[in-house]
């Protein structure tokens, strides 16, 4: 699947910030902003909503809240049962180091696994980087095009909110 | 501003009057009920006071160790914030310095209950006559292996010298924060760093040392070397819930406007990961206790596990109840921590949580199976009443916003 983008480049991250709104509120869609470090306010200017990663992680929390538990009682209350310190099979508070070991062990994998997978930044062979300036010191701002986008206008948008460049830009796999 | 504060706080001592009313009332009735108990149980061999005085005294210093603790986390956490430099507290500075108003009055009660105490040995068994002599009829060698560190002098000594290092760095801290009121400049700023800097580690030790003091040489036989972190961890989440508590009241009356969301997530936060702390820190002295059963460390579990006929049981789960499960489940969300409502009942929970705690710390190795609730309540009232009068004098005798604060500006922006 190929996809085509106008990259604004800009120089400045308040400049950027500034544009990203401006160009939002003339009714472009902005697909990405690539930058070289965190910019304070740009989840915000870019109208990103709060991620719903912390759901996942209370379920894998669970997930893995079960699995230690199943494993401890199975193992040792009715698997292989022993006695340890004279105290029952199956004893909830030697249980719970391990417990909550487990819980978060789950919880914190499963949350970048997904992060990674949601945001594709898994390994691979080829990454695909737009404009490899954005991992030094430019600040690239992503629009995808399509037939009916006019991209004279789009550059003047761009280049009247202060982006240095506008370059266009085919992507495969991205 | 200052007279719609005087206003209130007028407002707020009527409410406070009524409060003590209450409480007198409540522990007249109570001490008056039990007073009657009390001469009944004479014939049974109880040695001490008589059963309502030495209920009156041991609440009076279970209540004066937690508000005490509780009010000098006022000045701990402001010190850490300077420490840190931190900028969003700063609008909610003043809370904290009305917090710790309590220390001084505190600290003169915790002398004074200590020595009432002394008079028939209610609250600290070593402090027996004979119990470190050998030949006395009341002999104790394993008591008497502690006299180096329990002994009346060393003490007394330890209690003043703490309670004085809290009071002057409280007054302290207040008084350069005042002064940067008045006169600006920065410089305020870096010399409260350094006093908090200083505060913080003499703290440290002081704290730890006053729980096994206070709380643990209560139970004179039983050890416990996460003590220290414990009692704190119960005083610092206490602190940081008041805070928040008196924080909301303040916003809610219209003050503090620039209190945000944002401010009140980060106390939530707070609450919110030292209410685990707290949990992890109790765990940490239980399963150790539990796993290993040493009789002589298992003592103290089997006293509030099911021992005296089972009646301090239900308290044991209850303490975990609410001062674990209860905060972990409804401050888990994002707007549970930003919302007043949720805050309130969550603040609220733990200062009660934790009052408890004290209370399953010092009633069963002093009361024994004679433990109650109302005198302990009353007392409790009386305690709170006196120390939101202190409290809000505090608050209005200074600006709520610390004008020339450097952060200020940062706090007011605060967003998370």
Known sequence: ?174 | MMIILAGVLLLVVGLIVAYLNIGGEHHEGAAAAHGAAGAGHEGTGHHGSPLWLKRLIVSLWHNNVFFTGVSTIGTVFMAIQYVAYAGWSVLIKRVNEALSAWVVPGGILMVVIFCIGLINHDIFHWTMPGIMDKGNANYDALIAGKSGFLNLGFYLGRMIVFIGIWAYFTKKLRDLSLAEDLNGGTEYFHKCINVSALFLVLYAVSSSISAWDWVMSIDTHWFSTMFGWYVFASWWVSGIAATTLCTILLKQAGYLRWVQAGHLHDLGKFMFGFSIFWTYVWFSQFMLIWYANLPEEAVYFNQRLGGFNGQYTWLFFFNLLINFVFPFLVLMTRDAKRQMIMLKIVTIAILIGHWFDFYLMIMPATMQENNGFIIEFGVALVFLGSFLLLMTKRLAQASLVPLHHPFLDESVHHTT
């Open chain 1, 1 to 174: 699947m190929t996809k085509r983008f106008a990259l604004g480049i800009f120089e400045d991250e308040d400049v950027l910030l500034h544009a990203v709104e401006n160009v939002r509120e003339a009714g472009v869609k902005i697909y990405e902003v690539f930058t070289p470090f965190p910019i304070h306010g740009m989840d915000d200017a870019l109208g990103i909503e709060r991620s719903r990663l912390p759901i996942a992680a209370f379920f894998y929390g669970v997930i893995g809240l079960s699995f230690a538990l199943w494993l401890q009682i199975y193992t040792l209350g009715f698997d292989w049962p022993m006695i340890i310190g004279g105290k029952p099979h199956i004893a909830l508070p030697a249980f719970i180091p391990v417990s909550f070991e487990l819980t978060v062990f789950f919880c914190c994998h499963g949350m970048v696994i997904t992060f990674y997978t949601i945001s594709k930044l898994y390994p691979r062979w080829k990454t695909p980087v737009l404009d490899v300036r954005s991992t030094d010191d430019k600040f690239v701002v992503a629009i995808e095009l399509n037939e009916k986008t006019d991209l004279n206008h789009l550059t003047q948008l761009l280049r009247a909110n202060g982006a240095s460049e506008v370059n266009e830009k085919e992507m495969t796999k991205f």
